[in-house]
């Protein structure tokens, strides 16, 4: 059977499934269990009610709970075992990796991402959402920053390859010295430091639209009358916006801002085509791949860390989400 | 608003310039990418896609066969020809275009001459090129063994499809987009319906821990992946399925679940009571509820969902990684691109461009033709 025609029979039979799933275990516990009629009629159908919720969302946590949560607890335990998986090393994988050398790259690299990527998205989303506010083609524009969105992060960072590539007649950074009378063509990627730099615009460059997109349905949510309020006792656009509108979308500021720092924290495609991690270029996911495959310990080690990262902006989401269904 | 009071914004202008900037900023180097897809190798090497349009100079090399070309005449012996005519370079020259602009005989110095010069052969005899590419050479004794004419000429720009028939034939891309789309269209489908029962009773229906189950979908939502990768890779070698495509469907359909859920509910609980309250007195059973009434008016949360999901398994690089085999049977074009192609075509980037414009194609088709939803989706996930 060819995969492609694997995967059609795939979907029937799983959308077969699903729908017989729910149909009929509804009709068993409307029929069979507790049905709706003879001498326990209402107490039967207040039982059936009870139970229903459940019966919606068993598929959906059995999932759940297999593939998200399970891993959590799966991963912290691989990671207290060696290589092999047999003997208990308790911390071990993790006092090796601060040891090395390579993992405090990778750590610093990725503190730098979360501190940059994140802000500098977000800032520019702001600032293109702002511009194009009410600009007669805005939407033109909009669409094209936002197309990046749609471009995998593989096929991203090919794109910017040829940016940043090594020659004067591929690589526009080194065309644009070329101009300015440069010698020799330079690698920025194999500068020290400053090449995680030119990793992170890329992600930026995907994120933006994100942002953009977001913050610029944000700033029309805005009531008119702030700002003709502002207009009126004198503010210029510079004042209008960072006093009057920025203040006003600050939760949604937040909102995008943390969900970047989320994706941040899950890509390792961009470092993995750009550099494959070399010229100490290393961010903790792209690390972890060294390690997949060869030594399933030190490779959850390394997940968990990535997982201790996100747990504090974890819980100051779930705390959010309890707030707003109060 | 902002220019109330007849105060036309003097920014006006400098607004429009921030934003073209940005934009062409923002476009320029996937443009880079489209460009170079369909040049011409030879020309990528030789000058910037930005140079595209305009000719470029090349430096050819060509084999003028003497000994059996040669003619006796009063002058001597004479080869007489054409060097733009030679039939492995004709291709460049169709239609009479293209120019000599400098010869030379030895390949450290292969602008050595200008058109219509007369260079000394080291084997003896004379060699002319004229600007249209017509070459005579002369010599008193006759070429004993054929003799390397290399010019450089300017030749039209060539668009080509040639990079796209290579990455589809001989690099695999084809099978590979095969695979990719028979990852992702099962991984797109089957977390839809599950989720959306879920989220109907997260949203309308009461029930003790409904508070605890969002939050719980909420925190889940950013669990990061490597956490999954070795746990269930384990768990899938234990129960049969190993590295599969059924591996694959259905870890992406866990992974997809929290924002399924959490973007359908957020939907739904939007959705007008009264509508579902009527139904209920009505005697709706809440199944019917959910099949009648909620599926159809929640369209665009789904379609919203679909495009992520869909985007999302198409493009990503690590669960395919992990999950699926690495032969070229099973590889999906992002694999073969970032573990294959750049390594083995690390410095074609004619074939890198092409390469990564298959890739791109499909979700940038999805991404303008469905643009509205997407959008909508990512406001209901994230602005209240």
Same mark, same amino acid.
């Given at each position: 059977m060819t995969p492609l025609l694997q995967g059609m029979v795939t979907i029937l039979v799983g959308v077969t499934a699903c729908v017989a799933y729910?149909?009929?275990?509804?009709?068993?516990?409307?029929?069979?269990?507790?049905?709706?009629?003879?001498?326990?009629?209402?107490?039967?159908?207040? @039982?059936?009610?009870?139970? @229903?919720?459940?019966?919606?969302?068993?598929?959906?946590?059995?999932?759940?709970?297999?593939?998200? %949560?399970?891993?959590?607890? $799966?991963?912290?335990?691989?990671s207290l075992f060696d290589r092999s998986g047999t003997e208990f090393i308790g911390l071990g994988n993790y006092i090796d990796l601060f040891n090395s050398s390579g993992f405090r790259v990778a750590l610093r690299n990725n503190i730098l991402w979360l501190l940059v990527v994140p802000a500098a998205a977000t800032a520019?989303?702001?600032?293109?959402?702002?511009l194009t506010d009410r600009l007669s083609w805005g939407n033109i524009a909009k669409s094209m920053i936002f197309m990046p969105m749609a471009i995998s992060f593989v096929g991203a960072s090919l794109i910017w390859r040829f940016v940043y590539a090594n020659n004067f007649d591929i690589g526009l950074i080194n065309a644009v010295r070329g101009v300015f009378g440069a010698e020799r063509a330079i690698d920025v990627l194999q500068i020290p430091f400053w090449n995680n730099f030119f990793i992170m615009f890329i992600m930026i460059w995907i994120q933006t639209g994100f942002a953009m997109v977001i913050l610029s349905a944000a700033l029309r949510n805005i009531p008119e009358e702030t700002i003709e309020a502002a207009i009126m006792d004198g503010a210029g656009p510079f004042r209008l916006f960072f006093s009057v509108k920025v203040p006003q979308i600050m939760g949604t500021i937040v909102v995008?801002?943390?969900?970047?720092?989320?994706?941040?924290?899950?890509?390792?495609?961009?470092?993995?085509?750009?550099?494959?991690?070399?010229?100490?270029?290393?961010?903790?996911?792209?690390?972890?791949?060294?390690?997949?495959?060869?030594?399933?310990? @030190?490779?959850? %080690?390394? %997940?968990?860390?990535?997982?201790?990262?996100?747990?504090?902006?974890?819980?100051?989401?779930? @705390?959010?989400?309890?707030?707003?269904?109060? | 608003m902002d220019n109330i009071a007849g105060r036309k914004s003097g920014l006006s202008w400098a607004v429009n310039l921030s934003v073209l900037a940005l934009v062409v900023l923002w476009l320029i180097p996937t443009l880079g990418l489209l460009v170079s897809s369909v040049r011409d190798r030879d020309q990528i090497a030789a000058t910037g896609w930005w140079m595209t349009p305009v000719p470029v100079e090349m430096t050819f090399?060509?084999?003028?066969?003497?000994?059996?070309?040669?003619?006796?005449?009063?002058?001597?012996?004479?080869?007489?020809g054409n060097v733009l005519e030679e039939p492995s370079r004709?291709?460049?020259?169709?239609?009479?275009?293209?120019?000599?602009?400098?010869?030379?005989?030895?390949?450290?110095d292969p602008t050595e001459f200008a058109p219509g010069d007369s260079a000394e052969l080291r084997g003896g005899g004379t060699l002319t090129v004229a600007a249209d590419g017509s070459f005579r050479m002369v010599s008193d004794e006759g070429f004993g063994r054929p003799v390397n004419v290399l010019f450089q000429a300017r030749v039209p720009p060539r668009i080509t499809t040639e990079n796209y028939d290579t990455v589809l034939t001989a690099d695999g891309m084809d099978r590979a987009f095969m695979n990719t789309l028979t990852v992702a269209i099962p991984a797109t489908v089957i977390p839809i319906l599950i989720?959306?029962?879920?989220?109907?009773?997260?949203?309308?229906?009461?029930?003790?821990?409904?508070?605890?189950?969002? %939050?719980?979908?909420?925190?889940?939502?950013?669990?990061?992946?490597?956490?999954?990768?070795?746990?269930?890779?384990?768990?899938?070698?234990?129960?049969?399925? $190993?590295?599969?495509?059924?591996?694959?469907?259905?870890?992406?359909?866990?992974?997809?679940?929290?924002?399924?859920?959490?973007?359908?509910?957020?939907?739904?609980? $939007?959705?007008?009571?009264?509508?579902i309250e009527s139904a209920r007195v009505d005697g709706a059973t809440d199944f019917q509820i959910f099949t009648r009434i909620i599926l159809p008016l929640s369209f665009p949360a789904l379609a919203a969902f679909a495009i992520f999901q869909f985007l999302w398994v198409w493009n990503d690089l690590l669960v395919a990684k992990v999950f699926l085999p690495s032969g070229s049977a099973s590889q999906v074009m992002t694999v073969l691109i970032a573990d294959d192609l750049i390594g083995s075509r690390g410095g074609d980037w004619g074939i890198l461009a092409a390469a990564a414009f298959v890739s791109i194609a499909v979700p940038l088709l999805v991404f303008f033709t469905l643009q509205r939803y997407l959008v909508r989706g990512l406001l209901a996930g994230s602005v209240k």
């Open positions: 729910f149909w009929l275990s509804n009709w068993v516990l409307d029929r069979v269990i507790f049905p709706a009629r003879g001498p326990n009629a209402g107490r039967n159908i207040n @039982r059936a009610n009870l139970v @229903r919720p459940w019966l919606f969302l068993f598929p959906a946590i059995f999932v759940l709970g297999l593939y998200l %949560a399970y891993p959590v607890v $799966g991963s912290f335990v691989r520019f989303g702001l600032l293109a959402a702002q995008v801002w943390t969900t970047i720092t989320f994706l941040v924290l899950k890509v390792f495609d961009i470092v993995y085509t750009v550099t494959g991690g070399n010229f100490g270029t290393h961010i903790l996911p792209s690390y972890m791949m060294n390690f997949m495959f060869r030594d399933d310990g @030190r490779a959850t %080690a390394v %997940a968990f860390v990535i997982m201790l990262l996100v747990l504090p902006v974890m819980v100051w989401n779930i @705390r959010q989400a309890r707030r707003e269904l109060r | 090399r060509v084999r003028v066969a003497a000994p059996d070309e040669q003619q006796e005449t009063d002058a001597g012996f004479v080869v007489e004709a291709h460049w020259f169709e239609g009479g275009r293209g120019a000599v602009t400098a010869f030379g005989t030895r390949s450290v989720a959306a029962f879920a989220a109907y009773a997260l949203a309308w229906m009461d029930f003790v821990g409904r508070g605890v189950l969002i %939050a719980a979908v909420v925190g889940l939502l950013v669990v990061p992946l490597q956490l999954a990768l070795v746990p269930l890779l384990n768990l899938h070698n234990q129960i049969g399925i $190993g590295q599969s495509f059924m591996g694959i469907w259905l870890a992406h359909t866990g992974f997809g679940m929290p924002l399924a859920i959490y973007i359908l509910r957020n939907y739904m609980v $939007g959705l007008p009571r009264d509508i």
